[in-house]
């Protein structure tokens, strides 16, 4: 299976546990990732990890690119530049089809199984499919989430995805004043506008702090479940990194041990990984996090 991913210096460690998640969890992989900084790249060049091919900013920018560069912000240009670094992986390299995932994901089972039931389709999305108390944001930040998009490399798929590349780099800004929300809400659109464009129809994908109070989480036979259903796929949104050891959850606040504790483990990992390549670097979020505001929870390794 093949993925692709846009990492900032404060998104090292979550991407380092999401890259370890897809490695323990596949029988064959490849990642893609568009390093938005020089540090990022030669951490990941120096940590020589299988199957990850890096790619730099000056391979997929253009002089119109760096002129919405130097007006948006880093998170707005970050998602510009997805349906961009997509369109760029497509057309130079054999590849039959290409998801995208955030940083903040991680896997529990087999990614392979996103697919099982759709993996002919040009377009796959996944719904927020919020809880019922917050379900109204879904007309602000829309029906679709943009943490996992996958595209067939076929006409359908790369006409789609041209698309959002136009709506990308016309108009991308993090703000919901205008109807529009970033990236993502451009989503809602691509199953009326093009064919062969369906949500993920696989239970325990997406499962995020916006719809997890919907089901029952335990464990069976060493395996994590969702109700009936193995969970494969959760988005850490709102998971921030505010020094070595120590971290919080932004949206929610909970924390669930059975999900998290491999998660935290995992980043604390991570964190010790980039410290023997670059005892120096610092990819928190000291600045946006260290609020009062929070739970702190310890990374130690449990």
Not at 12 to 18: E, H, P, S, T, V
Not at 87 to 94: A, V
Not at 115 to 138: A, G, Q, R, T
Not at 148 to 169: A, D, E, H, P, T
């Amino acid at each position: 299976m093949y993925f692709c991913n846009i990492i900032t210096r404060s998104r090292l460690y979550q991407f380092i546990a999401l890259y370890n998640s897809i490695k323990e969890n596949s029988k064959s992989y490849k990642i893609f990732v568009l390093c938005m900084d020089e540090d990022t790249f030669r951490i990941l060049e120096e940590a020589k990890l299988d199957n990850l091919i890096l790619n730099k900013l000056i391979e997929i920018e253009d002089n119109h690119l760096l002129s919405l560069k130097s007006i948006r912000k880093a998170e707005e240009y970050c998602w510009t530049l997805k349906p961009v670094y997509l369109m760029y992986l497509l057309g130079r390299n054999n590849i039959d089809r290409l998801t995208y995932i955030d940083a903040d994901l991680f896997f529990y089972d087999d990614p392979e199984r996103i697919l099982e039931k759709s993996n002919n389709c040009s377009v796959l999305l996944s719904e927020h499919d919020c809880n019922s108390d917050i379900k109204y944001v879904e007309e602000d930040v829309g029906r679709f989430n943009a943490g996992i998009v996958s595209f067939k490399n076929n006409f359908r798929g790369r006409n789609c995805l041209n698309w959002w590349k136009q709506q990308c780099i016309k108009w991308c800004y993090n703000t919901t004043e205008t109807g529009q929300f970033g990236d993502q809400k451009y989503l809602e659109e691509m199953p009326e506008r093009f064919n062969d464009v369906r949500p993920i129809d696989v239970a325990g994908v997406n499962i995020a702090p916006w719809n997890d109070e919907k089901y029952k989480i335990c464990i069976k036979k060493g395996k994590l479940f969702i109700n009936e259903d193995r969970l494969i796929l959760y988005h850490y949104c709102g998971f921030r990194v505010i020094d070595k050891n120590s971290c919080v959850f932004m949206y929610g606040n909970k924390y669930f041990p059975p999900i998290h504790n491999p998660y935290m483990e995992s980043i604390k990992n991570a964190i010790l990984l980039v410290e023997s390549i670059d005892r120096e670097f610092d990819g928190s979020f000291i600045e946006k996090c260290n609020e009062g505001r929070f739970n702190i929870y310890s990374l130690t390794v449990r």
